[in-house]
């Protein structure tokens, strides 16, 4: 279900221009302790990894999410804030399809995810896995965490291709 409010969020690649407002949804996620808080530098260094839902009309970013690439067959999705006016409106939905469907475009054959909340990631066909089957490399942003080493956030994966074209990945 969609109304006018939803109808008027583009999804666009985020520019230098929105790296403030991205770092500004960041930020109040992970003061919330969603998130894993990201340094303004970081966000400047990344600005390509990230889609933003900005209203058509006033430009203004009430959305972000990020497709990082580890190496040539697993991505991750990360980052993904919305503001609370914009709940339950689609906006997130729309954003983590963006980032499966370019995951796609970039012949990923995986896709990963930490999230405190699993149930919205199932429904996009990511599965709960082990947090110890996901690369080593990934845990260095996790020590920037207040909840580390303590965290209770769950490790998900989605299966984009497999078979030999994808490297032979089945998870």
């Not at 009309?57 to 991750?76: H, I, T």
Request: a neutral charge; glycine letters at 8%.
């Amino acid at each position: 279900m969609s109304d006018k409010k939803s109808e008027s969020m583009r999804i666009r690649k985020a520019t230098i221009e929105d790296v403030k407002a991205v770092h500004r949804l960041l930020h109040a996620y992970s003061g919330e302790g969603d998130l894993i808080p990201r340094p303004l530098s970081r966000l400047y260094d990344h600005v390509r990894d990230f889609w933003v839902a900005a209203d058509s009309n006033s430009g203004r970013v009430a959305g972000c999410c990020a497709l990082q690439f580890c190496w040539e067959d697993l991505g991750e999705i990360r980052s993904l804030a919305v503001d609370t006016d914009r709940r339950g409106r689609g906006t997130a939905t729309r954003l983590v399809n963006t980032c499966i469907e370019e995951a796609r475009s970039f012949e990923m054959s995986r896709l990963f995810c930490l999230t405190f909340k699993p149930e919205f990631f199932e429904r996009f066909g990511f599965v709960r896995i082990d947090r110890a089957d996901l690369p080593l490399k990934i845990w260095s942003d996790c020590m920037l965490c207040v909840r580390f080493p303590d965290c209770e956030g769950i490790a998900m994966m989605k299966t984009l291709r497999s078979g030999p074209e994808a490297g032979g990945a089945t998870t």
